[in-house]
């Protein structure tokens, strides 16, 4: 079909859109624009892998609302609401199903300062027009039996669900390859950039692979790529999050929702799937591109969780790992066109990438099938950081 593609380079072979970067949000920027007909290509040396690969899967709109961060949510409830027809959507394109679970989340307090934080959670939510129920430590009790005695109130959030991140990439990447999406499965190393216009990718061996239009969605390492001028790229760093994965009996499951916590400050999550298995995370650490998964990290998390749900040190420990959330400035993403022509970004997601998925696979199609991004993503364009970009250039 060929999307927006005015002045593409002159390669009879080349794609329409080229994505850098097959995690999650590549691949569902991947998926909708073959669906839209364009010819498209994904270029990474390991699709379906990414920070999702790590991610526990909540789609927490409600509960991980923060202040300050009100115009995310307008686009966070837009992509939740759409989960469960893009659930049935993947399960056919992509054959198989993703662990969408509506299960809810129970939001528990253990001392007197988190409950107090709990409480100004609430009346932003309720700000918000958001639904959340209080609950005191003996309702909390009753809906999760396995809590701890101590737990003293907490907030019942009906509307934030869960999925498996891990379902998700691959039914992501069967959908993308039944689409007729192409994979290049090496390393972009630069975005080529001619007369002013992005003309396809650079990859580590020299290669050009040239395209009508290039998304960068390459989460934490968008602003690593090669080629475009320092003032365009995307300002995105890495957050380090470190995750455990425990196995419960599925016939008898410690946990029936996703249970969240503060605990002397820190958030601990524990989200229970279907199939057993309890994911626990996570740390929020700026280190860099550290990846490792350290005993002080897994001991905060097993401490906070063991506090929260004393049973759980009886279950196996089955995985201990660290991702790289993409985080940005304002800890909202940027989509849209990235201030050059053929130039598109999808990064920036921090801790929404699989929340957000479903959303940003239908307005980046958009984008590149119009030039426009919808209005609903508008303001999460990347000119709002074009201040420091244009200093930057300079
Ligand atoms: N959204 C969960 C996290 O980033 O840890």
Redesign the pocket.
């Known amino acids: 079909m060929g999307g927006a593609t005015p002045d593409a380079p002159d390669a009879p072979d080349a794609p329409d859109v080229i994505v850098v970067g097959g995690g999650v949000i590549g691949l569902v920027t991947a998926w909708r624009a073959a669906q839209r007909g364009m010819s498209t290509a994904v270029v990474d040396p390991r699709p379906g892998g990414g920070a999702a690969e790590v991610?526990?899967g909540?789609l927490?709109a409600a509960t991980?609302l923060h202040p300050g961060e009100e115009p995310l949510l307008d686009l966070a409830l837009a992509s939740a609401a759409r989960y469960p027809a893009f659930a049935e959507e993947l399960a056919q394109a992509g054959g198989a199903d993703i662990g969408y679970r509506p299960c809810g989340t129970l939001v528990a307090a253990l001392d007197a300062d988190d409950r107090a934080l709990l409480r100004e959670l609430h009346a932003l939510q309720r700000r918000c027009g958001l639904a959340a129920e209080w609950l005191g430590g003996r309702e909390c009790r009753r809906l999760e039996p396995m809590l701890a005695p101590g737990v003293r109130g907490g907030l019942l959030v009906d509307g934030d669900h869960q999925v498996d991140p891990r379902r998700l990439l691959a039914a992501l990447l069967t959908a993308c390859e039944r689409a007729g999406v192409v994979f290049h499965r090496e390393r972009a190393a630069t975005v080529a950039v001619s007369r002013g216009r992005a003309t396809g990718v650079g990859l580590a061996d020299g290669r050009e692979l040239p395209a009508g239009q290039v998304v960068l969605a390459a989460g934490c390492r968008s602003g690593e790529v090669g080629g475009l001028p320092p003032g365009l790229l995307p300002p995105v760093r890495p957050v380090k999050?470190q995750?455990l994965r425990l196995r419960m009996d599925p016939a008898a499951p410690t946990l029936s929702r996703t249970v969240r916590a503060v605990v002397r400050g820190g958030?601990v999550?524990l989200v229970p799937r279907a199939d057993g298995e309890l994911v626990i995370?996570?740390t929020?650490e700026e280190a860099g591109w550290d990846t490792a998964v350290t005993a002080g990290g897994v001991y905060q998390l097993l401490r906070d969780a063991h506090e929260l749900v004393p049973g759980l040190t009886e279950l196996p420990l089955t995985e201990c790992r660290a991702g790289l959330?993409p985080g940005t400035p304002d800890n909202a993403p940027l989509l849209g066109p990235g201030g050059l022509p053929g130039l598109l970004l999808a990064t920036g997601h921090?801790?929404?990438g699989?929340?957000l998925a479903p959303v940003t696979g239908e307005v980046m199609a958009e984008a590149l099938a119009t030039g426009e991004l919808p209005a609903l993503a508008r303001p999460f364009g990347a000119e709002r950081f074009s201040g420091a970009r244009a200093e930057a250039l300079t």
């Open positions: 991610a526990a909540m927490a991980e999050g995750v958030q999550y995370g996570a929020s959330r921090y801790r929404n699989v929340l």
